[in-house]
């Protein structure tokens, strides 16, 4: 039994390393052609390694373009986007959860249906709001479409519907205000919550 178990394992293993041998090599090709010359690159029957690495290759590709400057945008963006989503959605999950107010299964059920309408057709409607709010080539119309994310709230809705009443009871007795509520108790709970979502 245990040779059989051997065996399967080690089958399972070949298995595995020849497709990550499989995978690795596009990812080896890329970064050998990168350091070839254009004849060598488009030479039939193919190089495989180039004759001198060409390392003036990175050095054009970097001075073509302001990479700089595209990676602080990115970085920029994601952490606005990130920490907005984030703060948003738990506000919208937090209302939804645990206060009452007219509307809120409407609400509810709008966030639902939201997240059942592909992305794409999001598109148009959230260039026109960005060229309308006049912030074309910005940080901002990067990061306002996605200020609020219906998965976020659906997700830490569940989040926060887990969490018992009695501690916004007992919260509110010792006087302390929804938005304390919010802050200092369900938030703090939530963060395994809000780090899937982050």
Do not use: C
């Not at 302001?66 to 959605?89: D, W």
């Not at 598109?123 to 119309?141: D, F, K, R």
């Amino acid at each position: 039994m245990q040779t059989k178990m051997n065996k399967t394992t080690a089958l399972i293993h070949i298995v595995l390393i020849i497709g990550s041998l499989l995978m690795v090599v596009p990812f080896l090709w890329m970064v050998l052609t990168s350091g070839k010359t254009i004849s060598e690159s488009t030479q039939i029957p193919p190089q495989i390694f180039p004759e001198v690495f060409q390392i003036e290759n990175y050095k054009a590709v970097w001075n073509s373009l302001p990479f700089v400057s595209f990676y602080i945008n990115t970085g920029l963006m994601i952490v606005f986007r990130v920490l907005t989503s984030t703060l948003f959605s738990a506000m919208a999950a937090f209302a939804v959860a645990k206060l009452d107010f007219p509307g809120k299964n409407l609400f509810f059920g709008i966030v639902l249906t939201q997240m059942m309408i592909p992305a794409q057709i999001y598109l148009t409607p959230q260039y026109l709001l960005v060229q309308n709010l006049g912030l074309l080539n910005s940080i901002p119309a990067l990061v306002i479409p996605g200020i609020v994310s219906a998965f976020g709230t659906f997700l830490l809705r569940q989040f926060f519907i887990k969490l018992p009443d009695e501690l916004m009871e007992a919260a509110t007795i010792d006087g302390a205000t929804t938005w304390q509520v919010f802050y200092r108790i369900y938030m703090p709970l939530a963060r395994s919550g809000l780090v899937a979502l982050g």
